[in-house]
């Protein structure tokens, strides 16, 4: 049983570009979080999506987008680079059958280096 | 605004000695908590979590925590440390069953166990 899965495992960007983040749920998982772990601090939530739609945004700008596909794969989409963007970016995912008590697994995470 | 604080940064420990690492919280409703560990090159995983009940719980590798409402406390301890117990330890809170998935982190401890 694969866990959380993330691509790509590292990227460099400049200032300026576009960057997309995939990641795949744990089999049977249907709610995908991401997070930004920026150096030697803890993950910052930046939104979740359930069913197709984003239920909650923590406080980062509209630059930071998501979607999640039909197979509840999600994708995470940053625009206008900037250098404090550089962090590990990593992707959670939980069920829902077991009520808000399901548990949030998170995969090893893309290293985002913004030159 | 939720937040958690974790008041050690840097643990240095030898192997055999007790460790407990503080974390507090800032929210006066039910909160989840939770305990993940990062080791070195390693995503982060799920030690230990509370939900309601008994207010000690148990994890993985000889981990326990407790919660203290009183004192918006959730403090990690493990009698006796190995040297493979040295990792990233992250506290973690969700502001109960009205806002699921957001994990609120600390800034993490860094536990370094010396052989």
């Known amino acids: 049983d694969a866990g959380v899965t993330q691509s790509p495992t590292h990227l460099i960007k400049t200032r300026g570009q576009q960057v997309t983040l995939r990641c795949s749920p744990k089999?049977?998982?249907?709610?995908v979080s991401w997070y930004q772990q920026a150096l030697g601090q803890g993950p910052q939530f930046i939104f979740q999506y359930y069913e197709e739609e984003e239920r909650q945004r923590g406080n980062f700008p509209d630059r930071f987008s998501g979607h999640q596909f039909p197979n509840y794969s999600s994708e995470l989409n940053v625009n206008a680079l900037l250098l404090g963007d550089s962090a590990l970016y990593l992707c959670?995912?939980?069920?829902?059958?077991?009520?808000?008590?399901?548990?949030?697994?998170f995969g090893p995470g893309t290293r985002l280096l913004v030159l | 605004a939720q937040s958690v604080s974790q008041h050690n940064h840097h643990v240095i420990l030898s192997e055999a000695a007790s460790l407990e690492l503080g974390c507090n919280y800032s929210y006066g409703g039910t909160v989840n908590l939770f305990w993940y560990v990062q080791y070195p090159g390693q995503h982060l995983q799920l030690l230990l979590k509370?939900?309601?009940?008994?207010?000690l719980v148990k994890g993985i590798k000889g981990f326990e925590a407790e919660f203290i409402k009183s004192k918006f406390s959730f403090n990690l301890r493990k009698p006796s440390v190995q040297w493979s117990d040295t990792a990233e330890y992250f506290c973690?809170?969700?502001?109960?069953?009205?806002?699921?998935?957001?994990?609120?982190f600390g800034q993490g401890t860094t536990l370094q166990v010396k052989p």
């Open positions: 959670a995912s939980r069920g829902t059958s077991g009520g808000w008590q399901e548990t949030q697994y």
């Open positions: 973690a809170v969700n502001a109960g069953s009205s806002n699921t998935g957001k994990l609120i």
């Open positions: 089999s049977g998982h249907d709610t």
């Open positions: 509370y939900f309601s009940g008994d207010p």
